[in-house]
């Protein structure tokens, strides 16, 4: 059965690092990359970046050097990583799947960790 | 960046209704079109993927249309259970997401 389940403080204080582990079951990780979303409450998801199967990644501009993504395949677990967090960083963290090498989409989500930034 | 834009914002609709959503492109997406369903609280859920391909277990009232820059989710008679906001999702070149289309039942 594929899972993902991400894991994370409820509450982060300004300008500290944010932390968050993504829980894989039902698949390696070395076949599928997982993506990492926010959606701020109340608006759209913004994708952040990527772990890919072979271990490299890739993150979105937004975020510039805020934000690492690194992985234990022997634990089957993914991380994201920001820095510098602002207030409108709050927002509901999602861990997503893909199949490597093709153009399947996106096809199985964690629930979501929601992440507020409090001053 | 592509970016992506859909309409209508807000759409309000009655149960039997024939629905329509649109989701543009800034450029040229070669069809890596995907619609997302989500309901408040949950995660993003998964209807079409590439254009016009129904996810599994999707029921077939869903259906998804469109080429180029200009893509559509039809929802060919709208139940209860369909009142959400829907996403697509372009992953031609990198992803980017629409802002979401907030369905109701009139």
């Known amino acids: 059965q594929v899972q993902l389940k991400e894991t994370g403080p409820d509450l982060v204080q300004l300008t500290q690092t944010l932390s968050i582990t993504c829980t894989v079951s039902?698949?390696?990780?070395?076949?599928?990359?997982v993506h990492w979303v926010r959606q701020p409450p109340g608006k759209g998801l913004e994708w952040m970046g990527a772990?890919?199967?072979?271990?490299?990644?890739d993150y979105n501009s937004a975020f510039k050097s805020r934000l690492s993504i690194s992985r234990d395949t022997s634990k089957s677990q993914v991380f994201l990583k920001m820095n510098s967090l602002q207030t409108d960083d709050t927002a509901k963290y999602f861990c997503?799947?893909?199949?490597?090498?093709?153009?399947?989409?996106?096809?199985?989500w964690g629930q979501g960790v929601m992440v507020t930034v409090s001053s | 960046d592509i970016q992506m834009t859909q309409s209508p914002s807000f759409l309000s609709a009655s149960v039997g209704e024939r629905v329509t959503l649109s989701c543009k492109a800034s450029?040229?997406?070669?069809?890596?079109l995907d619609w997302y369903q989500q309901k408040l609280g949950e995660a993003p859920k998964l209807l079409i993927y590439n254009t016009n391909n129904l996810h599994t277990g999707i029921p077939s009232r869903f259906s998804g249309s469109g080429s180029g820059t200009d893509y559509t989710l039809t929802i060919s008679s709208l139940q209860p259970e369909d009142v959400a906001t829907y996403f697509c999702l372009q992953r031609n070149s990198w992803y980017t997401f629409g802002a979401g289309t907030k369905l109701e039942l009139k």
């Open positions: 772990m890919w199967n072979g271990g490299g990644t």
């Open positions: 997503a799947r893909h199949v490597a090498y093709t153009t399947d989409p996106f096809d199985y």
């Open positions: 450029q040229n997406i070669n069809k890596y």
């Open positions: 039902g698949f390696s990780l070395t076949t599928y990359n």
